[in-house]
């Protein structure tokens, strides 16, 4: 059965849904969803704060750049939480120029949509389709030119956030595509909100700047914020009141 976002997830503001099974039912309210991080940071020995940052990000509609040696795990463990373990990692490379380069390609001869072997495009018809949700890794997201490639995604994944069909990422002509085509219905691809993208940076020589428009739709993590102590849980806060 899919727990409806009015019951478990009216606290994220996103519109999905999240499957019932074993390990969902801590997804009924915030202070549940708080106090399941806590448990799994601590049991992970990764920081509860960097955790809360990454969730508060995400909630305010911005695309995290998580730096730090433990960016992954801490993604992963963000996934576990909120998107049953659906993360997909995704490694990119400087030949990014445009947002189709990820998605997929329209192939002439064939008159049918090619999808980008990463498979963002079925992580995205799945999100529309189902309305599960997905946490969507870039690692290494400034090896090619982010206002190219990455920017017009961030504008689109914004729009879609908002209720908005006119950014749209168009990949074929709809007119042209083969009737069979398995991906036609993503010829223009809207960008779901239950699809969450969260980009880790690369280090290095083989690294472009990103760009201040694009930053104004980023906020930088640090995985590794260790310095600070310990949060209590939600249950424990000496207000009584959750973290």
């Given at each position: 059965r899919e727990l409806s976002t009015a019951e478990n997830l009216s606290s994220f503001g996103i519109g999905v849904t999240v499957p019932q099974d074993a390990s969902a039912d801590y997804l009924k309210d915030e202070e549940?969803?708080?106090?399941?991080?806590?448990?799994?940071?601590?049991?992970?020995?990764?920081?509860?704060?960097a955790a809360l940052a990454l969730?508060?990000?995400?909630?305010?509609?911005?695309?995290?750049?998580?730096?730090?040696?433990n960016a992954f795990d801490l993604l992963g463990l963000y996934a576990s939480v909120v998107a049953n373990g659906r993360l997909h990692w995704i490694p990119a490379g400087s030949s990014l120029l445009e947002p189709q380069d990820l998605l997929g390609r329209f192939d002439t001869s064939l008159r049918r949509i090619v999808p980008h072997p990463a498979g963002l495009l079925d992580v995205i018809q799945d999100a529309k389709r189902t309305g599960r949700m997905h946490v969507v890794v870039l690692e290494?997201?400034?090896?090619?030119?982010v206002e190219a490639y990455l920017l017009p995604i961030l504008e689109a994944a914004a729009a879609g956030r908002r209720g908005d069909s006119s950014r749209a990422i168009p990949l074929a002509s709809a007119a042209v595509?083969?009737?069979?085509?398995?991906?036609?219905?993503?010829?223009k691809v809207l960008w779901p909100p239950s699809v969450l993208l969260a980009c880790i940076p690369a280090h290095g020589t083989a690294t472009l700047p990103v760009p201040l428009d694009a930053w104004r739709r980023l906020t930088v993590i640090d995985a590794d914020d260790r310095e600070r102590p310990a949060l209590p849980l939600p249950a424990e806060a000496p207000s009584g009141k959750p973290i």
């Open positions: 549940a969803v708080r106090r399941e991080f806590a448990r799994r940071t601590l049991a992970n020995r990764t920081s509860p704060h969730h508060a990000a995400l909630l305010a509609g911005t695309v995290p750049v998580v730096i730090g040696d290494g997201f400034n090896r090619a030119p595509l083969s009737s069979d085509d398995p991906y036609r219905e993503a010829s």
